[in-house]
């Protein structure tokens, strides 16, 4: 039965849709033993009837059954009309109360109403209350308007003839105060700007101010200029100084340009360009002048200024950049005069001075954290523009010096003189027997002494021109230094090496072959000699990273991404890897016999197998008598001992596996022997890193991994040689496949040849093509 019910009653007129629960509904459902069989369109009255009443003894219920039934139906009837009233009751409560909060709702906006009305009616009332009292408060403002302008206007009036009559009298201390207030006045009677009568006033004002500086100026050129004569005080300077402060800027920007150029007359007069002096090797005596005329300065006519005008520092500044122009305009008309020498006395001399001014007026050490840089310390003054490039933190250091930085080229010039000089001598050491003994450090391999001593006068040579310039001169030095770096590596190192080692542009170039036409070995002064170089150039290698980090930071920030070192990094990365295989070459030459005598053995008649071969003895032995001498040479390089290790297993183990091919034919008595053999090689080459040492020390795991991965090729060969072949080729090229999964058609040949088969060219080419189609197969998987 669904939960909404349409039903029709006569009393409560009609029909009322009923929303009943889900609960109630299923209530209703239990009271009536379950409802939903005969809400189903599939319900069968007949089927129902006859599960009720399955034979003919039970029909004799069926009357009680049926009144059953009416009984149960007529309470339903009766529970859906208590219901359907009930309904209809609580409908009829709500509408009632929907009428009553209707009615307040209306009561309430009747309300509303009113007291809106009673706030416009309040509003109004204000309004009239207050408007006489805007009215007042209007003309009290125009009121204090007019009277503060007609104050302003006798103050103007009154105060123009008394500044003129104080001007007339010279007395400028009385003045100061009555004209920052005309003035003050005039700024607020601009809006009275049509009135012709205040016009004049203004007019007459300007004028006064015109006259003041005039004669202000006049005074100080009668008082400075007059020889003694003038009428003028120092009192009376120090006073008209605070009427300049009040006048225009221009005023002061005047006076103080004219008073600056008639303080350095004498000064440019001596050091003119026709004068000896002027020339940069007397250039100290510019600075000599300059301290002495501040001093003179100071005692004399430094009070006379306010101390906010900085006069001392002003005149110092000035002269700086008239000697900056001095000096840049000699030292381009007698360029061919000037050296490095006097070019290097002249910048010394002159980084010194400013230096002295920097602690002077800035009162702190160059480069200093705590220089002060705020406004006040700026040394933007407002009488010219000064251009000034900051150097190591402060404003001083190279106002004059920046002069000499397009000369600069000579000094770079010097250092690559010095450089050749250093690099010749370089040469002719490496060449000597006792190279070696010159080293840094204690033992063979130590770091050639040369080495240091070229980055030891590079790190002068950076420190020097850090302080000169950090822009192209630095740039030029970088260029410099890369050009002996590479040199250093292809000529110092290379002649340090060895007879018949390739050298380093050979190597480069790959036209030299690392292969030496002799069988000689080197001697262990040799040896040393090589090992040497490789410590060289790995700190080479290291010094060379961090003199790029330094260039970049010393560098001006424009020019950072042209220092570019990498390539002279990349030949101590070839150097070094050239000599790794130098030392491995000879390693191998020393083996090389033993590999011979291996391949000279009647492996076809061996009766029994033994102890290891006399052949794995001399390479074990050649192991323990190099290695050893390497691993401490290079004790303090040890990942290219542990890449000498690696190449050398490279090296050595395929050349190894090239000559077990050349042991044939080979019985399975010999195959046993070599597997043997290769078995202790093996050990051996395991235990190469610590070998001969009291530390036994775990070899490093990509060596180890190099030396299992070709002897277990090598071991894998030979129990393919004593695997049987007779009559089963598709098992044999299948285990030959599964233990050497990445070998070729040759070498299946040589295994084949090592074996002795005796094959016809049919049963050849058959199993090369079922080799071929075995690997295929593998490698497809």
Request: glycine share 4%.
């Amino acid at each position: 039965m669904d939960s909404t019910e349409v039903l029709e009653d006569k009393d409560s007129g009609p029909e009322v849709q009923l929303n009943l629960p889900g609960s109630v509904m299923s209530r209703i459902e239990e009271l009536m033993g379950g409802t939903e069989q005969f809400d189903s369109e599939e319900f069968d009255a007949v089927a129902y009837i006859n599960r009720v009443f399955p034979t003919e003894q039970s029909l004799s219920g069926v009357e009680s059954a049926a009144a059953r039934c009416e009984f149960r139906l007529a309470s339903v009837q009766h529970d859906i009309r208590r219901l359907v009233r009930a309904q209809h009751d609580q409908r009829m409560a709500g509408h009632e109360a929907l009428l009553d909060a209707q009615k307040c709702i209306a009561e309430l906006a009747l309300q509303v109403a009113d007291i809106n009305k009673k706030a416009e009616r309040s509003e109004s009332m204000v309004r009239e209350i207050t408007s006489e009292i805007k009215q007042l408060d209007c003309a009290k403002w125009n009121l204090t308007g007019a009277i503060t302008a007609l104050n302003h206007l006798h103050m103007l009036a009154g105060g123009a003839a008394s500044l003129r009559t104080l001007a007339d009298n010279r007395r400028y201390k009385e003045l100061v105060l009555p004209l920052q207030a005309i003035m003050e006045v005039l700024d607020q009677l601009q809006c009275y700007r049509d009135i012709k009568e205040l016009n004049a006033l203004r007019e007459e004002v300007l004028g006064i101010r015109t006259m003041l500086a005039q004669q202000i100026l006049a005074d100080f050129k009668e008082a400075l200029t007059g020889g003694g004569k003038s009428s003028v005080s120092p009192r009376m300077l120090a006073e008209a100084c605070g009427v300049v402060d009040v006048l225009e800027p221009s005023v002061r920007k005047e006076l103080l340009k004219w008073f600056i150029d008639m303080q350095l007359q004498e000064y440019e007069h001596l050091f003119s360009p026709e004068q000896e002096q002027a020339w940069v090797c007397h250039v100290e005596r510019r600075y000599t002048w300059l301290k002495k005329h501040l001093l003179r300065f100071e005692e004399s006519l430094a009070l006379t200024f306010p101390p906010a005008w900085r006069m001392s520092e002003r005149l110092a500044h000035r002269f700086c950049k008239v000697t900056h122009k001095a000096l840049s305009d000699l030292l381009q008309a007698r360029r061919s005069e000037l050296d490095v020498k006097l070019l290097l006395y002249a910048i010394q001399k002159t980084y010194n001075f400013e230096v002295l001014l920097h602690k002077r007026f800035i009162g702190t050490d160059v480069g200093s954290d705590a220089v002060d840089l705020s406004p006040e310390h700026q040394l933007v003054f407002d009488d010219e523009e000064t251009g000034v490039v900051l150097r190591q933190g402060s404003p001083w250091v190279g106002l004059i010096g920046s002069c000499f930085e397009s000369h600069l080229s000579l000094y770079i010039t010097s250092l690559d003189a010095n450089l050749r000089g250093l690099m010749d001598r370089f040469i002719q050491d490496a060449k000597s027997p006792d190279s070696v003994s010159s080293a840094v450090g204690s033992g063979a391999g130590a770091v050639m002494s040369s080495c240091a001593d070229l980055f030891l006068f590079y790190k002068k040579c950076l420190a020097q021109c850090a302080t000169l310039s950090t822009g192209e001169p630095m740039l030029e030095l970088s260029t410099v230094f890369s050009s002996y770096l590479r040199e250093y590596a292809g000529s110092v190192l290379s002649s340090a090496l060895p007879r018949a080692a390739p050298a380093l542009p050979a190597l480069v170039t790959g036209l030299h072959t690392l292969l030496r036409d002799d069988a000689v070995r080197y001697t262990k002064q040799e040896i040393a000699k090589i090992t040497s170089v490789i410590t060289t150039s790995e700190y080479c290698l290291e010094t060379t990273v961090h003199l790029e980090q330094k260039l970049k930071e010393k560098i001006s920030p424009a020019l950072v991404d042209k220092i570019d070192l990498a390539p002279e990094q990349d030949l101590f990365h070839k150097m070094i890897s050239n000599c790794i295989q130098l030392l491995v070459q000879d390693l191998e030459i020393a083996c090389e016999p033993a590999l011979q005598a291996m391949t000279k053995i009647s492996w076809l008649h061996y009766d029994n197998v033994g102890d290891q071969s006399s052949y794995v003895t001399q390479i074990i032995m050649h192991l323990k008598n190099t290695v050893p001498n390497l691993r401490d040479n290079l004790a303090s390089s040890r990942k290219y001992f542990t890449q000498f290790c690696i190449r050398f297993a490279n090296s050595f183990i395929p050349k190894f596996i090239q000559n077990i091919y050349k042991c044939k034919p080979i019985s399975t008595v010999g195959s046993e022997q070599l597997l043997l053999d290769t078995h202790m090689l093996k050990t051996a080459l395991l235990e190469l890193p610590s070998i001969g040492s009291e530390v036994k020390r775990q070899a490093p795991t990509t060596y180890t991994k190099v030396v299992i991965k070709l002897m277990t090729k090598a071991e894998m060969i030979l129990k393919l040689v004593m695997a049987p072949l007779d009559g089963n080729l598709e098992g044999f090229v299948s285990q030959f496949v599964q233990l050497l999964p990445e070998s070729t058609l040759a070498e299946f040949h040589k295994v084949l040849d090592m074996k002795g088969a005796k094959l016809t060219k049919t049963q050849q080419t058959s199993l090369d093509a079922l080799f071929k189609e075995t690997t295929k197969t593998v490698q497809n998987k």
